[in-house]
């Protein structure tokens, strides 16, 4: 029996199956078969991601729509200015140990909370 077959060893990789034809193909033209998928998927990723990244923005614009809106009510507009200091002193000046609790009027129709 000789030393050496007079057949080569044929791996798996050799065998007549798509992947073995792909990897072979692979070798030869890299760009085309790995390079190119690869761009256009990140290109079609980034065609479908837009209509996200606008709902993103659109909201954002709404919420500045509403702080617009509240600015037109004045709820924003010029208030006193705060010294701390002055805060202070107002705030320690107050009797805080002598206080009533006050009941506030109801809307006709809601519940007062009394049983």
Same mark, same amino acid.
């Given at each position: 029996m000789p030393t050496f077959p007079s057949r080569p060893f044929r791996g798996s990789s050799s065998a007549p199956t798509l992947a073995a034809a792909y990897r072979t $193909? @692979?070798?030869?033209h890299p760009f085309l078969l790995f390079g190119l998928p690869f761009?256009? &998927?990140m290109v079609a990723g980034s065609f479908f @991601? &837009?209509?996200a990244t606008a709902? !993103?923005?659109e909201k954002h614009d !709404?919420?500045? !729509?509403? @702080? $617009?809106k509240e600015e037109e009510l004045g709820l924003k507009g010029g208030g006193r200015r705060v010294d701390l200091n002055e805060e202070y002193y107002r705030l320690a000046a107050k009797d805080l140990?002598?206080?009533e609790n006050k009941r506030v009027k109801r809307l006709k129709g809601e519940n007062d909370g009394l049983l």
């Amino acid at each position: 029996m000789p030393t050496f077959p007079s057949r080569p060893f044929r791996g798996s990789s050799s065998a007549p199956t798509l992947a073995a034809a792909y990897r072979t $193909s @692979l070798a030869k033209h890299p760009f085309l078969l790995f390079g190119l998928p690869f761009i256009a &998927t990140m290109v079609a990723g980034s065609f479908f @991601l &837009t209509p996200a990244t606008a709902i !993103r923005y659109e909201k954002h614009d !709404r919420k500045v !729509r509403q @702080l $617009s809106k509240e600015e037109e009510l004045g709820l924003k507009g010029g208030g006193r200015r705060v010294d701390l200091n002055e805060e202070y002193y107002r705030l320690a000046a107050k009797d805080l140990d002598d206080w009533e609790n006050k009941r506030v009027k109801r809307l006709k129709g809601e519940n007062d909370g009394l049983l």
